[in-house]
């Protein structure tokens, strides 16, 4: 599994249930968190509870399948370990260290304990930085901290997985520390494109992935967390480099919790989650700061069960980020990609004192403009955008196009909608917010701006509506359609000198059509 070390310490298997299993020792009870290795290594246990004298109780990290009554369990005499060092970029891995990607195991790495405390408070650094995606609506409206901690919520299909597979590919080819990609939960196939996407982009190098997905039992998902964590520690106090740790899913590691506290038999909490889950989120997320020898920033999707926001599983999470990136299922119907909602996405670092002054106040202005217009889309559903007044028609104009500029074609789906990925810089997003704030673009058609990167794209994607010229008293009016031939325009002018020479009909008044 990891580290086989001969120790002395042997027990019996008195009871398995499912994936808890009951161990007697007669000399020496292990300490919690000890790994128990059953069946030659096959079998991995995790102590989580000393019963009495001589009884321990343990979570298997590996399927029980053939595990009995009476068999022989080995104390390894030290707690769950993961590799570390040079040695294990561009590799992948599971939750005990060992390689799956089909290559040999790698050599000069060493070994440490997943449980690690968090750094000390006097070790923290307190310099708040901006992290750059090069995703338009993220950098504006909901900036992220480097060295802090990002939520992606979304339920299920709404695009959590791409949005943080297109932040991979921004962000890994444009820093210089490791990225570390944690899979808890999730699909195994996501798991083999990504790293098959990873290799083709020439980014691997620099990449570390480690993965518990959803066909591991609930003790391997609900400790690989903890083992990428680990291993960026490392990177960020031993090698001294920043480290970007993206993590999908952190509502499985939750749901994992859940499932070791009910099999452990404790009293479920509100909608069955663990009572302990507070404790075992902070354990978690707490290790995940930025130091003075560098910083681990952590993008991390959250499912969000049936799209409920106050679950306790998003709210727990709410609070420990820096930055809140809410997905909605309505953008997304409406091919609004990214489908971040507008309105309910925040960051801690979109402070005028963080960001400059023109940044947050133009940002304060496209969510009052963006607020604007969802009071009145229930005007506009019941008499028609005509019935509006001519200021709240132009917010409704600025409102749809900062809409559509804000969407953005992605790298990571390139082959499904074959438009080319763009990366957009700050500097450019703002430039092209405050030039739609500013009515730059009324005359362009709102498709001008939908998926695009910079907004002089739109100038060349299509030319602006031009108001019609007033015509001067006594001269000949221009045809409205540029495409008429001279003598379509002639027999038009023609027809209108003969209209002009036939008498009026007279209209003669009901009274007199009436027949007696």
């Not at 590799?83 to 590799?91: A, E």
């Not at 963006?370 to 409102?399: C, H, N, T, W």
């Not at 001269?475 to 027809?495: F, H, M």
Request: a neutral charge; charged letters at 25%.
């Amino acid at each position: 599994m990891s580290v086989k070390t001969k120790h002395s310490n042997i027990g019996t298997v008195v009871a398995v249930r499912g994936s808890v299993v009951d161990i007697m020792f007669d000399k020496h009870l292990p300490p919690v968190y000890s790994l128990l290795h059953a069946k030659e290594g096959e079998i991995a246990i995790e102590v989580l509870a000393q019963l009495d004298a001589l009884r321990v109780r343990g979570i298997a990290l590996t399927p029980t399948q053939g595990l009995a009554r009476g068999n022989v369990v080995e104390d390894t005499g030290g707690p769950l370990k993961a590799p570390v060092g040079k040695g294990i970029l561009s590799r992948m891995f599971d939750v005990f260290g060992n390689a799956i990607d089909r290559k040999v195991t790698p050599a000069d790495v060493q070994w440490r304990s997943v449980h690690q405390a968090p750094p000390a408070l006097m070790r923290r650094s307190t310099k708040s930085e901006i992290f750059e995606t090069g995703i338009k609506v993220i950098d504006v409206l909901v900036p992220l901290e480097r060295g802090g901690k990002a939520g992606l919520f979304g339920g299920a299909g709404v695009g959590k997985t791409v949005l943080l597979t297109e932040m991979i590919h921004n962000m890994i080819g444009h820093q210089d520390g490791v990225s570390i990609f944690c899979g808890i939960g999730e699909r195994c196939r996501e798991g083999e494109e990504l790293y098959r996407d990873m290799k083709t982009a020439g980014v691997l190098p620099n990449m570390v992935m480690v993965f518990g997905q959803m066909n591991e039992p609930p003790g391997s998902r609900f400790r690989v967390g903890l083992a990428a964590l680990t291993m960026a520690e490392y990177f960020r106090d031993d090698e001294r480099r920043d480290v970007l740790l993206l993590i999908d899913n952190i509502f499985r590691f939750i749901q994992a919790g859940m499932e070791v506290s009910g099999l452990m038999g404790q009293m479920p909490s509100r909608l069955g989650y663990q009572p302990t889950m507070g404790t075992e989120l902070s354990r978690l997320e707490e290790r995940i700061a930025n130091t003075d020898t560098g910083a681990i920033t952590s993008i991390q999707a959250v499912y969000v069960p049936a799209d409920d926001l106050t679950d306790p599983a998003a709210v727990h999470t709410f609070s420990h980020l820096s930055a809140s990136i809410v997905l909605s299922r309505k953008r997304a119907s409406e091919g609004l990609y990214p489908s971040v909602d507008l309105l309910q996405s925040n960051s801690k670092m979109a402070a005028s004192g963080i960001v400059g002054k023109r940044h947050y106040l133009l940002a304060q202005e496209i969510r009052r403009t963006l607020a604007q217009y969802e009071d009145l889309k229930d005007v506009i559903a019941m008499l028609g955008l005509e019935q509006l007044s001519p200021d709240d028609r132009k917010v409704v104009a600025r409102a749809r196009r900062l809409e559509r500029f804000l969407t953005q074609p992605f790298f990571a789906t390139e082959q499904f909608s074959g438009i080319k990925g763009k990366l957009v810089s700050l500097k450019d997003s703002l430039d092209g917010c405050e030039r739609i704030l500013n009515d730059e673009f009324k005359d362009y058609p709102e498709s001008a701006l939908y998926m695009i990167g910079a907004i002089d794209e739109a100038k060349k994607k299509t030319e602006p509506d031009k108001p019609e010229a007033k015509t001067k008293p006594g001269a000949e009016p221009e045809s409205k359609n540029d495409s008429k031939t001279d003598a379509d325009s002639k027999s038009g002018q023609k027809l209108r000198l003969e209209s002009k020479d036939k008498p009026k009909p007279e209209i003669k008044h009901a009274a007199d059509t009436h027949e007696s």
